[in-house]
T-cell receptor
Framework: DVKVTQSSRYLVKRTGEKVFLECVQD?????MFWYRQDPGLGLRLIYF???????EKGDIPEGYSVSREKKERFSLILESASTNQTSMYLC?????????????FGNGTRLTVT | AQSVAQPEDQVNVAEGNPLTVKCTYS??????LFWYVQYPNRGLQFLLK??????LVKGSYGFEAEFNKSQTSFHLKKPSALVSDSALYFC????????FGGGTRVLVKP
């Protein structure tokens, strides 16, 4: 069974801090994704990666960056956290670039920026 | 650009009654449609998908979905709802990125 692990369930950070959200998958998947989830807005794609050291912007990349140095790990970085980045962050992976391949999600990290 | 709409923020249903969660989509090409479920404090779990073929798709936990091309809809259904089906449900379309609807909260009352 695919396992996507997000290192923290809850995080509280101060405005202006640099924040790292970590995600690891154990199924050798090529594709990894970062979404944020806000009530009424569904999930919005921040960044995704199709291979090691490759990244592409999603729909809302402003204020975020990512790192993928190893295939199994995909990190989301908030360069200078702001209160409007308070949200639930979900990491996902998929093993194929084909359109019919479902995503496997981690349990999420709830980030609060004060 | 593709889009997905879930017109109901919440659906209430009594246990044992049929459950329907509505979804409409807009894509430029052939739709690749998905349903996911999210239980409290958990990530999303894949329920089912429509790629091509039969318009009625069967998935996990007794759920099914009906694809209707003329109405651009992909409604999720369950013939007899359980209290444990109470959760947040998301419809999504992949073209090629996965775009999600806003979610529908389902509350099944005993």
């Amino acid at each position: 069974d695919v396992k996507v692990t997000q290192s923290s369930r809850y995080l509280v950070k101060r405005t202006g801090e640099k924040v790292f959200l970590e995600c690891v998958q154990d199924m050798d998947h090529e594709n990894m994704f970062w979404y944020r989830q806000d009530p009424g807005l569904g999930l919005r794609l921040i960044y995704f990666s199709y291979d090691v050291k490759m990244k592409e912007k999603g729909d809302i990349p402003e204020g975020y960056s990512v790192s993928r140095e190893k295939k199994e790990r995909f990190s989301l970085i908030l360069e200078s956290a702001s209160t409007n980045q308070t949200s639930m962050y979900l990491c996902a992976s998929s093993g194929s670039s084909s359109y019919n391949s479902p995503l496997h999600f981690g349990n999420g990290t709830r980030l609060t920026v004060t | 650009a593709q889009s997905v709409a879930q017109p109901e923020d919440q659906v209430n249903v009594a246990e044992g009654n049929p459950l329907t969660v509505k979804c409409t989509y807009s894509v430029s090409g052939n739709p690749y449609l998905f349903w996911y479920v999210q239980y409290p404090n958990r990530g999303l779990q894949f329920l089912l998908k429509y790629i091509t073929g039969d318009n009625l798709v069967k998935g996990s936990y007794g759920f099914e979905a009906e694809f209707n091309k003329s109405q651009t809809s992909f409604h999720l259904k369950k013939p007899s709802a359980l209290v444990s089906d109470s959760a947040l449900y998301f419809c999504a379309v992949r073209d090629p990125r996965l775009t999600f609807g806003g979610g529908t909260r389902v509350l099944v009352k005993p």
